[in-house]
């Protein structure tokens, strides 16, 4: 499977206007916070992959989302090299997990290093045939992801095309998109 991202800084306030506007589906708000980790045998960096165990939670309405990540959801994901110059397209493999603390001691017990740590509160909105997602994350700021999932490379252009025009419907450039993950951002 193929992740197909789109990923620019925004003012939230106003892309939630946008999206209220167009009668984007409001989903629900989530905590994430993700764990990334360096491999004892080759340098994530380099290769450009990733390995994250994520933990994620609803945010419930009055609720804080530090005390939502209580009881958490557990998740493990490999995201492999960028597949192309015109977004953050990526294979992806991910799975759930019983408890995302006994795996990162299963992971240190095998000499991958916990790299960095990346927490965000996470909004989603279905508008036509993609996600859009609100991410307020911790020390970087407001952002705006619009994201497909395609099984063959060969679709990764046209849903490119799609999350494209998803960001101008929502008076956003997708020229102003930002390739970096938001672990590279926070490591700069």
Excluded: C, W
Aim: cysteine-free; overall charge negative.
């Amino acid at each position: 499977m193929y992740e197909v991202e789109v990923k620019v800084t925004a003012d939230h306030e106003r892309v939630r206007r946008e999206l209220n506007e167009r009668d984007a589906d409001a989903g629900r708000t989530v905590v994430q916070e993700d764990t990334y980790f360096d491999a004892p045998h080759r340098d994530f960096a380099e290769t450009d992959e990733a390995l994250r165990v994520r933990e994620q939670a609803t945010v419930r309405e009055g609720e804080s989302p530090t005390d939502a990540l209580d009881g958490a959801d557990s998740r493990v994901t490999y995201k492999g090299p960028l597949v192309d110059e015109e977004s953050k397209t990526r294979e992806e493999h991910e799975t759930g997990v019983e408890s995302g603390t006994e795996l990162r001691a299963v992971l240190d017990g095998l000499g991958f290093a916990e790299a960095a740590r990346v927490r965000k509160v996470r909004s989603y909105y279905g508008y036509e045939d993609v996600t859009v997602t609100l991410d307020d994350v911790t020390d970087l700021g407001e952002y705006v992801e619009v994201e497909l999932e395609v099984e063959r490379e060969a679709d990764i252009p046209d849903a490119r095309a799609r999350a494209y025009d998803a960001l101008r419907d929502l008076g956003l450039d997708p020229d102003d998109q930002i390739r970096t993950s938001y672990l590279g951002l926070l490591l700069e």
